[in-house]
């Protein structure tokens, strides 16, 4: 059975930074690609970030420059760090893993950038 489960969502000020954490079980997870996805109140579901398994990464361009993904192939774990976040960014994010047209996605983590 696959899980994905994510963590480290919150209010934050803006400006300040927080980071996300998903770790995956079920799955092949060095050979996935995995990402980021986020979905604000009346808006669609929009990639955020992601990174293959080789280590290469894509960012929507809203993020550049702020956030930042990473993976740990030990401990089945993707992280994104978040900085200098804006109310913006404020969403449901969502951990995705894609490997070979099966995509799994988890629960959602709520971040909120407010003052």
């Known amino acids: 059975q696959v899980h994905l489960v ?6 934050v000020q803006p400006g300040g930074s927080l980071r996300l954490s ?4 079920g799955i092949n997870f060095r050979l996935n690609t995995m990402g980021w ?14 990174i293959t ?6 960012y929507a361009d809203s ?23 804006k109310p913006e ?3 449901v994010y969502y951990c995705n893993s894609r490997l070979v047209g099966v995509a799994y ?3 959602g983590a709520q971040v909120t950038v407010s003052s």
């Open 105 to 107: 996605w988890g629960q």
């Open 37 to 50: 996805y986020r979905q604000a109140p009346g808006k669609q579901r929009e990639l955020v970030a992601v």
């Open 22 to 25: 998903c770790v995956a079980s």
């Open 53 to 58: 398994s080789g280590g290469s990464t894509n």
């Open 89 to 91: 960014d404020t969403a």
């Open 6 to 11: 994510e963590s480290g969502g919150g209010l």
């Open 63 to 85: 993020v550049k420059g702020r956030f930042t993904i990473s993976r740990d192939n030990a401990k089945n774990t993707v992280l994104l760090q978040m900085n200098r976040l």
